[in-house]
């Protein structure tokens, strides 16, 4: 290991000679972090953050009890899962404890990724079908299929993928979006099934987080569900961003819509930052699927990963965090109406739980997206010592999805800088 | 969490209603855990294993130096690639800097499942082809692209897959294995460059593991990537298997093969256990996928799995692990090699540092596989207190891949239980 620090210019060049020499690093001036706990990041030049963007460590950055876990069980026993380990059967238990009756089985998985992945070859298996269907500018993971399966990653997508138009009730309206979803969908898979694929599964972010964050009206994707389950298809509930808690008063994003998933992907919150994510589905679609292949996954289920798991849903039922996420949200989009009303560059705010969206825009008659605005405010945010991010198709969507322990004071922290940094901010900036 | 503990039995059945009805659990009857330390495992019912099989813990299960540091790392910064962390940068730079020098950029990953999906997407992207080869009976992950690219899987592959004739010396001799990877590799690539596909990679695991752990000869390899490279194909070395040390003397199994690879991809051992896993490749390359990819993995490289994974490439540094791995995996062989010459039911016996196989047959001349029999010395060996587990297309190959800090003592003791094991064994079992 190098005793003498390099600079963060340094660091960075270096960074460019290891990793892709374009790898994107957040923000206009990159940050060099050095520690975090709970709400709170460290740079490496002593600046101190306010993470209102990261859902990876729901509990918090570093939370003492997580770290425990982890110490203690990486001392013990880290296993694959053809041995018996009762740690791991037991938080299975839990984890499926937290869903409709219906969903009654798991199988574990590293990443958000391979839940997806493994979601979908069940689908396929089921099915005996290829065709999918996912959501505008929606993102499912790394791998060549989710890829394709990605219109957020650009690509041209698969001959057996179709991409539904937007849920953006801000600009298409209720019945538009409804639209979208029923008819549009319907479209979608009697093409599917014209062109010989036909329909395994709509994959589906019940956030639509990458698309834009819509996390209302709630009524559109049951009548999608409907659609899917007539045609002889699954409804893939990815809730890899709106899972755990995340929206508020519920623990699963498809809750909010009444909906009833085949198979339901989770990750990112799931072990507070390690590896950890799975699919929760109908026990028989499972066990079909595990007849059919030789699936096993290596790291999964793995004893420290799980026991990680374990601690953040043990936190997140004792202190009662849908709660606590549905009274701060609450709170927080409280704040940005307020800010709304005084700011004409935000068009739109909407938001569930801890999750919350800005629309920037250069003229509200006309919602303008305003890609150049929208950055200028998440590089004024961290300059002030707040990391958010930006989402949506126009990439004009501030996006704040802090840890679920954020509190009321570290809102209205967001609230007033926010009010300081659209203020500042030179008017018609990206028109 | 349950305080009056289920028998052995009862968790079995539990364990069948959380996860898949058959989801596989090693051995005739299934080892229920506790804990671990170094090269033993300890049951639930207070026996004791020496063990044979993970390498997934090269240093040992929960080795104290890598507990110290994820202990340590969990509670000071686990955060994703998008900020710059220097750890991880170091960790990089140092992986790299076991590799030749034209393999110089690095991407991580959460699995080799991950690993290989970004290696085969970056060939895909490289040579705008989508034709793959593999070799006969390989394993390369569980996403559905790479479950097609794994004839172990027993899935027919796609229309854009071609699958070479075994490396099995031991059947075909040296010149059939040399026919198989030049002219068959030809043949394969002709044919899918003939069907529209084109030819992107091979894909190939440099011990072939699955397909029964073929060590010798290391001429042949070479030869494919000469027609690999003539045909404008990239060359990918999986080195889940082979990599970091496992084969004695060097650190990756190409390296025996005397082969110039394009991409690598490693994953298994090289946190320890945690998820972590990556792909060294040429640097323009790396550098032209993510140009024109949105690739971003949330997990990969986050600062507590590298931290596992930089003191588990300290340890096989500091203590000449590729020296010790050599040493012990001769005398391992040595021994197994006087076995064979007292049971007349081992045909074969073949390694490379601490990766044995031994084949288990009904006829010597014939070199009849005999699946039934390997599991019966399997299960005998678990009896007696020793992990191990099976190989090959036939499943008869007895497979030892103990943790690398493995000693000459513990080689002894396998030797020994395994001699006494085949001894007891009722001749003819499986014919």
Chains 1, 2 share one sequence.
């Not at 790394?142 to 993928?161: E, H, K, Q, R």
């Not at 138009?165 to 549009?184: I, Q």
């Not at 623990?251 to 950890?276: E, I, Y």
């Not at 595990?290 to 997140?316: E, M, P």
Request: proline share 4%; with cysteine.
């Amino acid at each position: 290991m190098p005793t003498v620090s390099l600079t963060d210019a340094e660091l960075q060049t270096k960074r460019r000679s290891l990793f892709a020499s374009n790898s994107l690093a957040f923000y206009r001036t990159p940050l060099v972090l050095e520690r975090a706990e709970g709400v709170w990041v460290h740079g490496r030049d002593g600046r101190t953050y306010l993470d209102a963007y990261n859902n990876t460590v729901p509990v918090g950055h570093c939370n003492p009890e997580v770290v425990e876990a982890i110490c203690r069980q990486a001392a013990t026993l880290n296993t694959h899962s053809r041995y018996v380990h009762e740690l791991v059967l037991d938080y299975a238990e839990e984890l499926i404890g937290t869903f409709p009756e219906h969903l009654n089985k798991t199988g574990f998985t590293c990443s958000g990724t391979e839940a997806n992945e493994l979601a979908l070859r069940i689908a396929a298996s089921h099915t005996r079908k290829t065709g999918f269907v996912v959501a505008n500018f929606a993102y499912h993971g790394t791998s060549m299929l989710l890829d394709d399966l990605s219109p957020f990653a650009g690509g041209t997508s698969g001959a057996n993928v179709r991409v539904l138009k937007p849920a953006d009730v801000y600009r298409f309206g209720e019945e538009g979006v409804l639209n979208h979803f029923t008819e549009g969908l319907q479209e979608a898979i009697d093409d599917l099934e014209s062109k010989g694929f036909g329909f395994a599964a709509l994959l589906v972010d019940t956030i639509f987080e990458s698309g834009g964050i819509f996390p209302h009206p709630t009524n559109f994707l049951s009548s999608a569900e409907k659609i899917v389950h007539q045609s002889g298809g699954l409804f893939i509930a990815d809730e890899v961003q709106a899972g755990f808690a995340r929206l508020g008063e519920i623990m699963w994003g498809f809750q909010r819509h009444g909906l009833t998933p085949d198979l339901v992907s989770m990750g990112k919150p799931m072990a507070n930052g390690l590896p950890c994510a799975a699919v929760v589905g109908r026990g028989y679609l499972i066990d079909a699927f595990y007849d059919k292949s030789h699936y096993f996954n290596t790291f999964a289920g793995g004893g420290t990963a799980i026991s990680a798991a374990q601690t953040v849903l043990n936190i997140i039922q004792r202190d009662r965090l849908t709660e606590h996420v549905q009274e701060v949200g609450e709170h927080l989009l409280f704040g940005l109406m307020r800010l709304m009303q005084q700011h004409e560059m935000i068009g739109d705010v909407r938001g569930a739980g801890l999750f919350a969206g800005i629309e920037i825009v250069s003229d509200r008659d006309a919602k303008t997206p305003d890609n150049k605005a929208a950055q200028a405010v998440v590089n004024g945010l961290v300059e002030s010592g707040i990391l958010t991010g930006s989402a949506g198709e126009f990439g004009n969507i501030i996006k704040i999805r802090p840890p679920l322990i954020f509190s009321k004071e570290n809102a209205d922290y967001v609230i007033e800088n926010l009010d300081e940094v659209l203020t500042k901010l030179p008017r018609k900036l990206g028109s």
